[in-house]
């Protein structure tokens, strides 16, 4: 498969939300036009697309708090997977996340699937515990 790699573009924001929907990924609250806009326009170089023939086939976000990395979104259209997409793109956010100084990555998997792809290309699973809090737009949250 002739796979390009590039970084997301405000016009791929419809085109990215129907790949989330057709990878089988479940939108949160962030998962909207307008963040992913502000994403875009904010940190374009975290934000990738897998394209072929002209169509988005995968994407992956990195996230990097100035201290270490996180990875999110990792979608495959199911029609491209077994083809080297993700490890395409998981490669590349890593490679942008070690050069802005990452020493450790966080790659987030809610799915068995997802959790064999980390494992594969060489991630172990964290004893760390996440927890989160969500604040309502009108109490000056974004996310």
């Known amino acids: 498969m002739d796979v390009r790699i ?13 790949l989330w929907d057709a990878s089988g990924i479940r939108r949160s609250l962030t998962d909207t036009p307008e963040h992913l806009r502000r994403l875009v326009e904010q940190a374009p170089d975290l934000l990738l697309v897998a394209e072929s023939r002209d169509r ?8 990097w708090d100035h201290w270490r990395g996180h990875i999110y979104r990792l979608a495959v259209h199911p029609a491209s997977r077994r083809g080297g997409v993700g490890r395409l793109l998981a490669a590349e956010i890593e490679r ?3 050069a802005r100084g990452a020493r450790r990555i966080y790659a987030l998997a809610s799915s068995e699937a997802g959790v064999a792809f980390w494992a594969s290309v060489g991630y172990e699973r964290s004893r760390d515990t996440a927890y ?12």
Do not use: I, K, N
């Open 6 to 18: 590039r970084e997301a573009r405000g016009g791929d924001v419809a085109a990215l939300l129907a």
């Open 132 to 143: 989160v809090r969500t604040f309502a737009v009108e109490d000056g949250g974004t996310d």
């Open 96 to 98: 942008r996340l070690r």
């Open 56 to 63: 988005l086939v995968g994407s992956v976000l990195g996230g």
